[in-house]
């Protein structure tokens, strides 16, 4: 019998057990996010869909580029800025933005007064890095897991 739901109701999924997979100190700096792993519920392996919930004050991630995946983002609700190397723009429900791989450095962050929703859609391309530009982070998609290091290669 096939054990992978037909469909569920997305804000029902449970959240990702851990709540960064960056490490100390850049994990506190997201710990205002939830993260629900949709695409893992159906087995997706090519690409990951994630519910994510920004409360109010906190960021999605470190501002970031990824060197081989493409990434979307698509506001359900509330009000999210969405921060770019090249300037802000403020996201209502119904906006959306990509981003291609080697483009625009990016992140969300929340600074309403309430919780902000929004849909993120990634590839899951091997070899892949992310570049935090403002940061001193190195991350490789390495084996299906991102091992981060110093930007000289020193482990954190």
């Not at 695409?39 to 990951?48: A, P, Q, T, V």
């Not at 993120?120 to 897991?145: H, K, N, Q, W």
Request: hydrophobic share 40%; proline share 6%.
């Amino acid at each position: 019998m096939n054990t992978i739901p037909l469909a569920i109701n997305a804000p029902d999924a449970a959240p990702r057990t851990r709540a960064s997979l960056l490490p100390s100190p850049f994990a506190e700096m997201t710990a205002g996010r939830v993260k629900q792993p949709l695409g893992d519920i159906f087995e997706l392996k090519n690409f990951g869909v994630n519910r994510c919930t920004l409360a109010p004050g906190s960021i999605s991630a470190l501002l970031h580029r990824h060197t081989t995946q493409d990434e979307f983002i698509y506001l359900l609700a509330g009000e999210a800025v969405l921060v770019t190397d090249e300037g802000e723009m403020i996201l209502t429900p119904g906006m959306c933005a990509g981003f291609k791989a080697g483009g625009r450095a990016h992140r969300l962050e929340n600074r309403s007064a309430a919780e902000a929703v929004f849909l993120e859609i990634g590839d899951r391309s091997a070899g892949d890095t992310a570049i935090y530009p403002r940061d001193d982070l190195a991350a490789v998609f390495d084996e299906g897991t991102w091992r981060f290091t110093h930007k000289d290669g020193s482990p954190y």
